[in-house]
Each structure stands twice: as C-alpha cells, then as structure tokens.
C-alpha cells in the first residue's frame, strides 16, 4: 500500500498559479504511475495530468494542456503539478492517485492508492 498527502491547494484569481505536492510513503518501489486528478462539483473525476514513475513520460488532458506540468523527484518520493494560467473552469478537488500496475499513461483506471485531497478555486 502507498499513503499519499496533497498539498498546495487555494484560492486564486483566474491566470494565476499554484503548485501542488503530493508526497508518497510506503511501498513507493511498487508504483508504476502517478497521477493528479481532479472532480468538480456534478461532474465526474477526470485525470488531467499522468506520471511514469521510472520513465518519467507524461499525459494531459487537453484541457491542460500548454498549461500545467507534472514532474517528479523520486528521491523525495513526491509528484508535484505546476499550474499556470488558471481558469475558473479549473476550480476543483483535486487528487493524487498511484497506480502500482502497468497500465496506458492516458488511462485514469486502477489506481488503488488515493490522497484525501486539495481544493483548488480559482475566481474570475
């Protein structure tokens, strides 16, 4: 099992920025993907952003794209999305996710280890 604490999240006036954290403890040797997902008030859980955990390839949700940035420091076991240019259509839960089987970058399934998760607002 791998414990996973978010960080970072606000309240943030539309083109600003934030950075959230995500820090992973555990059997982090296991992970294959991490992933940032987001669940806005009456819709359904999206993956916006993806993270091979040894490669370190990455996938976006279009609607994201040019915009934020996943990375990684696997030394600090810690998954970081760079936010920029926000919109209110962001404004969101958003969580952290690591799946520990192989899967497509692209696919938002299996991932068994869930954070509790950070609120982003952004205002217009």
């Known amino acids: 099992q791998v414990q996973l604490v978010e960080s970072g999240g606000g309240l943030v006036q539309a083109g600003g920025s934030l950075r959230l954290s995500c820090a992973a403890s555990?059997?982090?040797?296991?992970?294959?993907?991490m992933g940032w997902f987001r669940q806005a008030p009456g819709k359904e859980r999206e993956l916006v952003a993806a993270i091979s955990w040894s490669v370190g390839n990455t996938y976006y949700v279009d609607s994201v794209k040019g915009r934020f940035t996943i990375s990684r420091d696997n030394a600090k076991s810690t998954v970081y999305l760079q936010m920029n240019s926000l919109k209110p259509e962001d404004t969101a839960v958003y969580f952290c996710?690591?799946?520990?089987?192989?899967?497509?970058?692209?696919?938002?399934?299996?991932?068994?280890?869930w954070g509790q998760g950070t609120q982003v607002t952004v205002s217009s």
């Open positions: 996710a690591a799946r520990r089987v192989w899967g497509r970058i692209n696919e938002g399934i299996e991932y068994a280890d």
């Open positions: 555990g059997r982090t040797f296991s992970i294959y993907t």
